[in-house]
């Protein structure tokens, strides 16, 4: 009797050790995803704050958003960062062989959708590829990717032209 009591006990030590350990590697996994999703946030807040500043922001300015991480996660969490933002130049070939744009420097044309705030309107785009790594001290990395678009709209489309007095 004394034999299958320590039989059952060390079998449920057993799971419990496993799914502690099981437990403990899916959180570090969870924050280094939450990690690198900071990083890809921060990238994206930062990109749209540049044009605030600039409209026309030179590839500098934009390469180093990527290297000003949070930088509060390296610091207390003991995270590191690789990260990147660099132009999608596989989706801007597509989109140039499209339209039929032999000039690598010329910019595709598009209509904006229904659904942003600039309805019609016609404008070049410039797409992004956003890459963050997060590595934890374990070892433990994920990498995410997003892509985005820049819409360059020129300024005329956004005046009024009459030939009469518009009061």
């Known amino acids: 009797m004394l034999a299958l009591l320590s039989a059952v006990a060390l079998t449920v030590l057993a799971v419990v050790s496993t799914e502690t350990r099981i437990a403990g590697s899916d959180l570090r996994r969870t924050q280094t995803f939450y990690c690198s999703a900071a990083g890809i946030e921060k ?25 000003d991480y949070p930088t509060e996660l390296v610091d207390y969490e003991g995270f590191s960062f690789v990260q990147s933002i660099v132009k999608d130049t596989d989706t801007l070939g597509s989109m140039q062989a499209t339209q039929g744009i032999t000039d690598p420097n010329k910019l595709p ?19 992004y590829v956003v890459t963050s790594r997060c590595t934890a001290n374990d070892g433990t990395s994920v990498s995410l990717t997003r892509t985005m678009n820049n819409y360059l709209i020129p300024l005329f489309q956004f005046g009024m032209f009459s030939d009469n007095d518009i009061e």
């Open 43 to 67: 990238m994206t807040s930062d990109y749209s704050a540049l044009f605030q500043q600039s409209a026309r922001p030179s590839d500098a300015q934009i390469s180093a958003i990527a290297l």
């Open 109 to 127: 044309i598009v209509t904006l959708p229904a659904d942003s705030a600039y309805n019609g309107l016609i404008a070049s785009v410039k797409p």
